[in-house]
């Protein structure tokens, strides 16, 4: 599981993230410029230290290099999500917590993303399904051991 980025490693991916392409120290520091005064040499060293722990894979044009992103930005807070819900005693409360904290476009987009992983061959005709007002049915008619918290004797929920 990856480390959080520091501020400025963030500033850099951010950078390096959006334009999808190989990018120089140059550019990037061009571009952070236009936020905050910065020299080239931290650039230098942050995405060196990226290239070292993994985040960008470097290759050489003449004395310097081009940086790419080794993966997306989904995929790093991908990461930190699986992470922070993996260190949680109670997996399902800690989901519980999380969704309550989301807006309804996130709601929505957590909506659309478990319709694309599960693929259409898994989605349950709309007619099968428990309606969304009554989750309680839901989780009544789910054996004991499913129910989240049910271990704790409900604390849980």
Not at 35 to 57: C, F, P
Not at 72 to 98: C, E, G, H, K
Not at 118 to 143: I, K, L, S
Request: aromatic fraction near 6%; proline fraction near 6%.
């Amino acid at each position: 599981m990856p480390r959080p980025l520091g501020e400025l490693e963030d500033a850099v991916m951010t950078r390096v993230w959006k334009w999808n392409r190989p990018v120089t120290v140059r550019e990037v520091l061009e571009d952070l410029q236009k936020e905050r005064s910065i020299a080239y040499t931290t650039v230098m060293t942050v995405l060196d230290n990226l290239h070292q722990k993994g985040w960008v894979r470097r290759e050489a044009e003449g004395r310097a290099y081009r940086y790419e992103a080794v993966s997306t930005r989904a995929a790093y807070a991908a990461a930190l999500m699986n992470d922070a819900w993996s260190q949680s005693d109670n997996p399902a409360a800690a989901l519980v917590a999380f969704f309550g904290m989301m807006s309804e476009e996130q709601r929505q987009a957590l909506s659309d993303a478990v319709r694309i992983v599960q693929g259409p061959e898994t989605a349950e005709p709309a007619e099968r399904r428990e309606p969304a007002e009554h989750p309680e049915r839901a989780e009544r008619a789910r054996p004991a051991d499913e129910n989240p918290g049910s271990a704790q004797g409900g604390a849980g929920r």
